[in-house]
């Protein structure tokens, strides 16, 4: 029998702007979405990979998106001291091909955010609004969110006010404010004059 041989696992850390967060970017697809795990009890229920983590002392939470991983860390633990170990704990789990969400688990995040009510806090006149800028979000914003490690996603609309939910890195993450209210902020109010103002949750 023909033995297949894989590509190696490559795997770097990337920095995030939240100095809490770290990215662990690789060269395989571990999953085509976004995965938030703020808590352990999610992760035992959908997430082999994110369990594993969360039983390291320094691990706080985990966020899966495509290709990369972002870990964020407790306070009282030093990159220097838990980067490396991390590095390897989640290339060997990679390699060693071990599940890194159940199936099933797209589809009871979609049920949830509608349980939520999440895609429909507009009104029906501003639904066309509403479009666009989720479509603007999901161009220019999303991308380089992404990049961070991180993820936003389109919560609300009412009264001028845009509500967004940042994931991954971007939650508690002290520049976030920043990009939220210089970047997006303001590109929207260029771009859909009703806009007036866009805060964020976190998610």
Known sequence: MESITKNPVMLYTEQT??????????????????????????????????????????????YICNNFVTISKEMNYAWEDIMLPLKEFIKSYIEEDKEILKAGFEAAMEKLEEERGVSYEYSEEDAELVKKIKELINIYVKPAVEMDGGNIEFKAFKAGVVTVVLQGSCSGCPSSTVTLKSGIEGMLKRMVPQVQEVVAEMG
């Open 17 to 62: 702007p939240n100095p809490e967060s770290l990215k662990y970017v690789t060269n395989r697809m571990l999953y085509r979405g976004t995965a938030d795990f703020r808590t352990p009890d999610l992760a035992t229920e959908w997430s082999p990979m994110a369990t594993a983590l969360f039983e390291l002392p320094c691990v706080k939470g985990v």
